[in-house]
């Protein structure tokens, strides 16, 4: 038993040591517009950060700002997070504006590249005509002192500049990323990723469960990226292509109403409105936009059955427009329909009624070609004498005949000119001028 023991002893000393596991910094790249699906794919790279005990989540973010409740979300998943946060606001030319603000300024270390700015934090609310009122003014203090009170605790919580931060919100402050640093808005400015984590190697982070040093010098960088799930709900979250989206299943209705039974325009269309829908309840929608295209929907609708000459399908183009205008209404280019979708989109549903119109007016001022009124001004020949009834064959068929004027032998040639009770009247052939 000694001797087993001593072995084993003698084993673990000759063992070599075991390796030390790599640090690895997660990151993502954030590019665009601060909604729904982005706040999904920021939360998710935290949670998986979080789960893979990563050394740091480093977030590039280039945004104009976004939707307030979805800037929320990411804020709050920051600032509970168990690994740190780098915010680094890049590559040069990029912006932390509006909603990027509040990011930034809740990571744990905040960064800027060169040529970068950061501010313009207004909240914007949509209103009606333009018009202001008295409940108007009061509901945006409302918001602008919530949003302030917000952002002056995340900025205090952090040691930044908690003035500028209420400045940024209420007239809209905004800086380069020198004037940032000097202001402790940020932390450093740095031109690359990888100079970025070696400058931070050792400082000490706050963190739910404390003070740690970051141990960055080493460390390896580890991409998140996307799901297809993310890119779907990012790609319908664009109010152009929701716009889009709705438009097409509006057509693929009409073309299944036009023809009853064709299933597939129908049911594209049916998906395509349901996409559309859940992209709007993600939108700061304006109702009034929605009712208007939805009053367009209806006068289309009722060109179908209502014979107008195109006066219904005009209106339901103006109200198109008008609704596509007031759909979205967002200084934020991207949080709003762009004039080069709406134009397009008004000038083919336009074009498209035109042309349905006129196939319509066509189809009812030709003659009919079937039915008992199909008969009328056909040519037959006698194969009983019509004295004045008797039978004649047109169109291959044997049908009951009279004659309008004298008694008419076989094989005279006759042209129809009425049906009275499944009895056609003809003519001789060669009397009818």
């Avoid at 003014?137 to 602008?144: H, L, N, Q, R, S």
Wanted: charged letters at 15%; a neutral charge; aromatic letters at 6%.
């Amino acid at each position: 038993m000694h001797r087993t023991v001593t072995g084993f002893l003698l084993l673990l000393a000759l063992a070599p040591p075991p390796a030390l596991q790599a640090s690895v910094v997660k990151w993502i790249q954030v590019d665009g517009v601060i909604q729904p699906a982005t706040s999904r794919f920021m939360l998710r790279a935290i949670e998986e950060a979080n789960a893979a005990k990563a050394e740091a989540l480093l977030i590039e973010l280039d945004t104009p700002g976004g939707l307030m409740e979805s800037m929320r979300d990411i804020v709050k998943g920051i600032m509970t997070s168990d690994v740190p946060v780098i915010v680094y606001v890049a590559p040069s030319g990029s912006r932390a504006g509006s909603a990027g603000v509040f990011i930034t300024l809740a990571a744990h270390v905040a960064a800027m590249a060169p040529g970068t700015n950061i501010g313009a934090a207004h909240p914007v609310t949509m209103q009606m005509g333009g018009e202001k009122s008295d409940s108007v003014d009061t509901m945006m203090d409302k918001i602008v002192n919530d949003a302030v009170a917000f952002i002056r605790s995340i900025a205090e919580s952090r040691g930044r500049n908690a003035q500028w931060a209420e400045d940024a919100v209420r007239i809209s402050s905004s800086i380069t990323e020198r004037e940032a640093l000097g202001k402790n808005v940020i932390d450093l400015i740095v031109s690359s990723r990888d100079s970025l984590l070696m400058l931070l190697d050792g400082r000490e982070v706050n963190l739910p469960l404390g003070k740690r040093p970051l141990s960055l010098k080493s460390a390896s960088l580890e991409r998140i990226a996307m799901t297809w799930r993310d890119r779907v709900l990012e790609i319908i979250g664009d109010p152009n292509i929701a716009y889009v989206l709705m438009l097409l299943g509006i057509y693929g209705l009409f073309f299944e109403l036009y023809n009853p039974g064709a299933i597939v325009p129908g049911v594209i269309g049916g998906i395509c409105l349901i996409l559309a829908f859940f992209a709007f309840q993600t939108l700061p929608v304006n109702v009034a936009g929605l009712l208007l295209i939805l009053l367009s929907v209806i006068l289309f609708l009722l060109e179908i059955k209502v014979t107008s000459y195109g006066v219904l399908s005009i209106g339901g183009v103006i109200a198109m427009i008008l609704g596509s205008v007031m759909l979205i209404e967002s200084p934020i280019p991207g949080l709003r329909v762009s004039w080069g979708v709406i134009l397009p989109a008004a000038l083919g549903t336009a074009l498209f009624f035109a042309f349905a119109i006129g196939l319509s007016l066509r189809a009812q001022r030709r003659k009919p070609t079937t039915g008992v009124e199909g008969m009328i001004g056909e040519v037959g020949q006698v194969i009983e004498e019509l004295n004045p009834d008797g039978r004649i064959k047109i169109r291959g068929e044997i049908w009951s005949a009279r004659s309008a004027s004298a008694a008419l032998a076989i094989g005279s040639s006759v042209k129809v000119v009425a049906v009275k009770q499944m009895t056609l009247i003809v003519f001789p052939h060669s009397e009818e001028k």
